[in-house]
């Protein structure tokens, strides 16, 4: 059995996922005075396209919502096999993913999102979701993705918007599913999902549960092993007043995959392969996408548990008070062995050799919330009103202790205190020797308490023209402790390993707003104009505060401003073949700016704050039903990013981590005799990790290659019960990049031609 960080209750961290019932939007009815619909809540497994998302901040569906919402149906997941967040966010164009900063490397969804990092702006239900692990989609209704600034919604986030999964929920009937999964890679999975209604007492029983065990395909020795159980009760489904309980355990076990080395992808540097170098003129090859340069007791724990409670009162027809509760919290422990720097300074490529990073992590993230929301429609003379208002109390803590112990990993005979592996034929039973792991003193803890109010209002008149308008304040204080070994130039006048504590604090008055104004030349179309705006406070991302007053952790400064982010768009949108198939378009302009600190040249002692990034672009997107057999669902983006205001290598250059063009298609096709099949392309653009104007490597590779990838599944009913799908994963058996880190020393290969069998049975 592998060994898990000492101190951790076993398996650790968890991105505990849980979550408030999904409660359909508000829209406004075409007599006055309006009143609002009866929660319905359904699941989206019988449909690809969706009218609306489940919060109740958004007030109309999203026809008549001025802006870019992308909703991955739980029925595309289902028809995909999507079983991570990561594979269902391949359904919409601009995301990009990264393997890890510096020498770490990221272990969960670490998500890019038109041209930003959008990893601390993930949500369970609308309550922010912390943990950097990958969140399994196995009690996932719909996957909500919400381009553009977040601040109105969400209170602190980043420019390119927010990802929201909402999560399955009672329902007033009486069905259940269980699927059985077996692929490639002997990676078998079992799901279940048990509904049950008791009509006289109005109330619903509902049970998900998981379990998956095998590896990734294309990459050796890598393990996914989990579980996870997700009850919930409704009471009062037939009343004025409802009541729902959610909780939610899952665990991890996992062997991580720390990547390979980039050698042989196009554009990379090393000076042994340069003029005068000892390998001068040599290109090197590829390593095989399956190597695996870590060890067989590297491990990934994760461990969570979220309990949620929601009470719902409609007053009226128009009046609806909602109070929702959560408590959770994950653990996540790792041992993992990535890669950096290559040796090829020997004439013989077999001796290369790659040095290993080991790298342990353990990490506690906490959060207690209560939001309430208020939700009305009513009439102010000509004016229809559908308004929405809230108050929110939320304390988030992250605790991040440092281990020492790794342990240096190395083949027989290698030099003492060496740490590298064989590039071309790396060994995982490679002796380990120094391996203890054990906390030094060294840690460091944030933590963020926030309260934040909001009203929202869509004002409808002269039967076509909607105005939407809302506002955001949240008062905010991120208190920041840790403690560093001092050494002999840090603290001079201390001994050597001293422990020297840090107490830095952050507070201030976060305001966001949005304005839209919409025109619908038919009842089925709408186009729109919209403004919004975000903030993102030193610490906001990662609860972390600095005294650096230069470098990339310069923005966590207490004594720096928020970085503030608008986005403009005009966009339309069309609902046709009676509504089942919705037609998007949308070209936008996003701005954030506050983004660099550096010390000011008039005046050492002082420091300024500066910085200025442009993302504008056009996203195109279609799904629904084209015919009774016929459903397709397809995006499009197009960025043009640019540094406006940066360091004088960075002016005028494009942002990092963000790829010109993306698309992304799936459709299917259900025959006569019960056969269905289906299919989907994927294409992403060269992806640069670096922003400067020189983008010729220096070291290791610059950029990953742009990709396509081509997916296929069939489906048959077998009676009244049985489902046998099979789907079919990277059909041409594209070697691709599917995520690099930023160093650019080792990437994550994307899975290669692989199949997945499942068995479902309904009733």
């Given amino acids: 059995m592998r060994d898990s960080i000492p101190g951790t209750r076993g398996s650790a961290l968890a991105a505990a996922i849980f979550t408030v019932l999904q409660a359909s939007a508000l829209h406004a009815a075409e007599d006055p005075p309006q009143s609002m619909r009866k929660i319905s809540v359904e699941g989206t497994e019988e449909a690809a396209k969706v009218d609306e998302v489940s919060s109740p901040k958004f007030t109309q569906p999203l026809l008549d919502t001025p802006q870019t919402i992308a909703v991955i149906s739980g029925k595309v997941l289902q028809q995909q096999q999507s079983t991570t967040l990561s594979q269902a966010l391949r359904n919409t164009p601009g995301v990009t993913f990264l393997l890890g900063e510096n020498g770490n490397t990221a272990t969960g969804d670490s998500i890019f999102m038109r041209g930003f990092d959008t990893q601390g702006s993930i949500f369970i239900d609308g309550i922010r979701d912390l943990g950097t692990i990958s969140r399994d989609t196995f009690n996932t209704e719909q996957v909500e993705v919400a381009k553009g600034p977040s601040g109105p919604d969400n209170g602190r986030g980043a420019a390119s918007g927010y990802i929201n999964l909402a999560t399955k929920v009672p329902l007033a009937d009486n069905f259940s599913r269980s699927t059985v999964s077996y692929g490639t890679a002997d990676n078998s999975r079992i799901t279940g999902d048990l509904n049950q209604y008791f009509a006289g007492a109005g109330a619903a029983l509902r049970l998900n549960a998981m379990v998956q065990d095998g590896g990734v395909d294309g990459r050796d020795h890598v393990e996914r092993n989990s579980w996870a159980i997700a009850p919930s009760l409704a009471l009062g489904l037939d009343s004025d007043t409802r009541a729902y309980f959610y909780l939610l355990h899952t665990k991890q076990d996992n062997r991580p995959d720390g990547g390979i080395p980039t050698i042989g992808l196009d554009g990379f540097f090393n000076a042994a392969f340069a003029p005068g170098g000892a390998n001068s003129g040599l290109r090197p090859g590829k390593v095989d996408r399956d190597n695996f340069y870590g060890a067989l007791s590297d491990f990934d724990d994760v461990e969570g548990t979220m309990f949620t409670a929601r009470i719902e009162h409609d007053f009226n027809d128009n009046l609806r008070l909602r109070n929702t509760s959560r408590y959770g919290k994950s653990e996540q422990s790792y041992l993992l062995t990535g890669v950096n720097a290559i040796t090829a300074t020997d004439p013989d490529p077999d001796a290369w050799t790659v040095s290993r990073s080991r790298q342990a992590k353990f990490q506690e993230n906490t959060v207690l919330t209560n939001q309430t929301n208020l939700t009305a429609t009513f009439q102010t003379g000509a004016l229809e009103h559908s308004l929405t208002s809230g108050l929110e109390f939320i304390y988030e803590k992250q605790f991040n202790p440092t281990y020492i112990g790794q342990g240096t990993m190395a083949p027989a005979g290698s030099a003492a205190n060496a740490n590298l592996a064989n590039l071309y034929n790396p060994n995982p039973r490679d002796p380990i020797t120094g391996r203890d792991l054990e906390r030094n003193g060294v840690y460091t803890k944030g933590d963020t308490t926030t309260v934040g109010a909001y009203l929202f209002d869509t004002i409808s008149f002269a039967e076509r023209w909607e105005v939407t308008g809302g506002i955001r304040l949240d008062d905010y204080t991120t208190q920041f402790e840790s403690a560093t070994l001092s050494t002999a130039t840090t603290h001079p006048t201390l001994p050597v390993g001293t422990l020297v504590p840090t107490d830095l604090e952050s507070s201030d008055t976060l305001f966001a707003y949005k304005v839209g104004v919409l025109y619908k030349p038919r009842e089925n179309g709408s186009v729109y104009l919209s403004y919004a705006t975000s903030q993102q406070p030193p610490g906001g991302n990662n609860f972390t505060l600095s005294t650096a007053t230069t470098g990339n952790n310069a923005v966590n ?90 360091t004088a290598a960075q002016n005028g250059a494009q942002i990092n981590w963000s790829p010109e063009l993306t698309f992304t298609s799936w459709t299917t096709y259900q025959l006569p005799f019960g056969l269905t099949i289906g299919g989907g392309v994927r294409y992403v653009d060269t992806v640069f990790r670096s922003i400067s104007n020189n983008i010729t490597g220096t070291t290791n590779t610059p950029e990953a290659p742009d990709y396509w990838v081509v997916d296929a599944m069939l489906s048959y009913v077998i009676g009244e019960h049985l489902t046998v799908q099979l789907n079919g994963y990277n059909l041409a058996d594209e070697l691709y990049v599917a995520s690099l880190n930023n160093g650019g020393s080792r990437y994550s290969p994307g899975a290669p031609r692989s199949a997945l069998l499942s068995f479902s049975v309904d009733f």
């Fill in 557 to 646: 400064n207490p004594n720096v401003d928020p970085q503030k982010s608008s986005n403009v768009e005009l966009g339309a949108k069309w609902d046709l073949n009676d509504g089942a198939f919705a037609v998007t378009g949308a070209i936008f302009r996003s701005e954030n700016e506050n983004d660099l600190v550096q010390n000011d040249p008039t005046d050492p002692s002082a420091i300024q704050q500066l910085g200025k990034k442009r993302v504008q672009g056009i996203e195109l997107g279609v799904v629904g039903r084209v015919t009774d057999a016929w459903e397709l669902s397809a995006g499009i983006a197009k960025l043009d990013t640019e540094v406006l205001e940066g």
